[in-house]
Structures are given as structure tokens and as C-alpha cells.
């Protein structure tokens, strides 16, 4: 089907702990397409308003296909996360997605799936569907590095916190990674050769239109320039240049 722009509907909007926001959106037509490690992009104000101009891009921590709803964990800072902090259920947002090319799940296991703070909230949807697909994977919160404070998992999910050096990354045969380019670099010089071969990383960068128009999202790779928001947000660890 493709991307889709629609007016999603707030389910519940409540604050998750001290720091985070979650909120549910009613959107069948984009949470029956998503895959994990794609995006969406939200417009922060009421419909037809254009201010603020620019739209945000959310990872989904949840989508569910069957009941058609999408879960955004969200720190409620700045005039656009502020504005949406303060949405009640029933209210419209417009959004548009799923957008982007997620993480690559091949047959081999075991998968590790690791992440810091906040970011560790868009591998949730990856590990439930390798619970689904009964694919054996650990799910890890790397403590001890700058905000660090993870974000809850949600029911079922067993998540277990470790500092990075204390994690077997080589027993994986699949790594997926969510987190601040710090974390990649980390990872790019103290990683074996063999374990960033066959690993997958999340790239944030500034979205300004989430479909690979404007090029505000560019990241170098080793092949060239490249747009987050097109030709990733997902890519091999090993394929990033600046970034490592």
C-alpha cells in the first residue's frame, strides 16, 4: 500500500514515568504496515495549522495490526512535544507513514537487541515479532552510559540492564542496535570484527519532511552521501563513515 496520510485519532496520552510521555494513536491503515525500525511523522498542532511548520518523526514503540493502533514513547519537551503533551483521547493528529526501511531480520538466531534511554523503546516491536516468529533474542538496556535512563518495557517483554563491556555481543548472531551515534562509535572501535559485520543500527537525524525530499537528514556512508529517512533510517553498522 505505501505510505499513508491520514488523521489518526489519540487513544490515551499519559505520562509513562518522571521523564516520558506515552500515546496511543488509532491508525489501522499504518500500524497494519509498519515494520520495525520504520517512522512516522507527526504535525504538532491543531489540523490545518502550520505552526509549528515542520512535523516530527517518532519511532514506534508499539503498533499492533490487529487492533490498528500505533504507541509513541516521547520526552514532552520543546513547542512541538509540549503541544502534543497535552492532546486528550479523541482528539486528531495528522500523521503520515510508515516511512523508511526497517531492521532486516534474517533467519539465523540468536538476536541481541540493545539500546540506551529513550531509543530503546523502537527495538519493542522488533522483539515482539521474534517472539512471535519464536526467534530466541535478549533484550538489553546498556546502563552506565550518558542518558542511560531506559524507557519501561512493556508487558511481556523481559528486559535486563548490563553495562556495555559486560554483554556478550558475539554470542548473537543478529544485532540490533538503538541509540546516539555515541553508542555506534562505541560500538564501531571496540566491537570485533566479525559481531559489526552483523550488526544493524537505528540512525537519528533532523526530519524535516520524511520521504527524502528536503536532504536535511543526510548521514555519509561508505558509498556516499545517503538520506536517513529514505535509505535508512536503518543501516549496517558497517556501512556508516562520519558517524564512526
Known sequence: MGRVLTAATVVANRPLD??????????PEIAGQFEPGQF????????????PLLPRPFT????????????????PAGRGRGWLAERRPGDRLTV?????????????????LAGIGRHLAALFPLA??????????????????????????PAGLKLEFRPFGEVDWAA???????????LYRLAARTLPTGVIDRTQVLVEAPMACGVGVCLGCTVWTVS???????????????????MI
Do not use: H, N
Not at 531492521?103 to 541481541?112: D, K, M, Q, S
Not at 515479532?129 to 552510559?145: K, P, S
Open 224 to 242: 556516499g552521501p545517503a538520506r536517513a529517512c529514505a535509505d535508512g533510517p536503518v543501516f549496517p553498522l558497517t556501512d556508516l563513515k562520519v
Open 60 to 75: 514506534p514503540a508499539a503498533a499492533d495490526s490487529e487492533r490498528g493502533r500505533l504507541g509513541l514513547v516521547y520526552t
Open 96 to 112: 503520515w507513514g510508515p516511512l523508511g526501511r526497517g531492521y532486516r531480520v534474517g533467519p539465523a538466531g540468536p538476536a541481541l
Open 18 to 27: 518522571g521523564r516520558y510521555f506515552y500515546l496511543e494513536l488509532e491508525a
Open 40 to 51: 512516522i511523522m507527526v504535525r504538532c498542532g491543531p489540523p490545518g495549522s502550520l505552526d
Open 172 to 182: 548473537a548472531e543478529q544485532l540490533f542496535l538503538a541509540g546516539p551515534a555515541e
Open 128 to 153: 515482539r515479532r521474534l517472539a512471535a516468529a519464536g526467534v530466541d533474542f535478549t533484550l538489553v538496556g546498556l546502563a552506565g552510559l550518558p542518558d542511560s535512563d531506559a524507557v519501561p518495557a
